[in-house]
Nanobody, 123 residues
Framework: QVQLVESGGGLVQTGGSLRLSCAASGRTFSNYFMAWFRQAPGKERESVARITPSGSATTYADFVKGRFTISRDRTKNTVYLQMSSLKPEDTAVYYC????????????????WGQGTQVTVSS
């Protein structure tokens, strides 16, 4: 497994932008399927965006399409989530997750998780 550490969260006004980073340690990061999840108070954790090891393919939840962009820098062992046009309903703890198993990634069953970073969008 890789160790994941998120950063970049904070307080932003509606319509603002933030970029989250997820730094990974471990030699096999380049083989990892990566994803961002979020969990709001009183709600279940939900998938936000996913990216393949090569970075060539990405998928997004409908509620962030056109607003969020996931990307990765393999030279820096880092995955990013660029968030724009933020809404109050985007307020949540955002988690970075990864797996080197295509089967786990397909099921959304990631086995490496970060500690989370809080994003708060004020109205």
């Amino acid at each position: 497994q890789v160790q994941l550490v998120e950063s970049g969260g904070g307080l932003v006004q509606t319509g603002g932008s933030l970029r989250l980073s997820c730094a990974a340690s471990g030699r096999t990061f380049s083989n990892y399927f990566m994803a961002w999840f979020r969990q709001a108070p009183g709600k279940e954790r939900e998938s936000v965006a996913r990216i393949t090891p090569s970075g060539s393919a990405t998928t997004y939840a409908d509620f962030v399409k056109g607003r969020f962009t996931i990307s990765r820098d393999r030279t820096k062992n880092t995955v990013y989530l660029q968030m724009s046009s933020l809404k109050p309903e985007d307020t949540a703890v955002y988690y970075c997750a990864g797996t080197d198993s295509v089967y786990r990634a397909a099921r959304g069953n990631y086995d490496s998780w970060g500690q989370g970073t809080q994003v708060t969008v004020s109205s």
